[in-house]
């Protein structure tokens, strides 16, 4: 099972990014995913997520701006990031709460992308 994150970048604040996170392999199911951001000197946070029926969560300084979507069909999540700021600059990861195909459930992460947004 792999997770693999994309769609990071360079971007002026009041920017946009889109970013995905896709799950391959042998999986049985998909419980949720997740998506953390780390910055510099900085605590990994939870910034949101969706579980199996589509319901979300966010933190409260991303809402309204971030928009976190699936397709089941592509074992695929999408983080639309919009009206960008500064402080959004971190390594952007995704974790895929799955059971791959025989096994239980575990965490999966991906290798992280960078979101840069300049003043």
């Known amino acids: 099972v792999q997770v693999v994150e994309s769609g990071g970048g360079l971007v002026q604040a009041g920017g946009s990014l889109r970013l995905s996170c896709a799950a391959s392999g042998s999986i049985s199911s998909i419980n949720a995913i997740k998506w953390y951001r780390q910055a510099p000197g900085k605590q990994r946070e939870l910034v949101a997520a969706i579980g199996t029926g589509g319901s979300t969560n966010y933190t409260d300084s991303v809402k309204g701006r971030f928009t976190i979507s699936r397709d089941n069909a592509k074992n695929t999540v999408y983080l639309q990031m919009n009206s960008l700021k500064v402080e959004d600059t971190a390594v952007y990861y995704c974790?895929?709460?799955?059971?791959?195909?025989?096994?239980?459930?575990?965490?999966?992460w991906g290798q992280g992308t960078q979101v840069t947004v300049s003043s």
């Open positions: 974790n895929a709460i799955l059971a791959p195909l025989g096994q239980a459930v575990g965490d999966y």
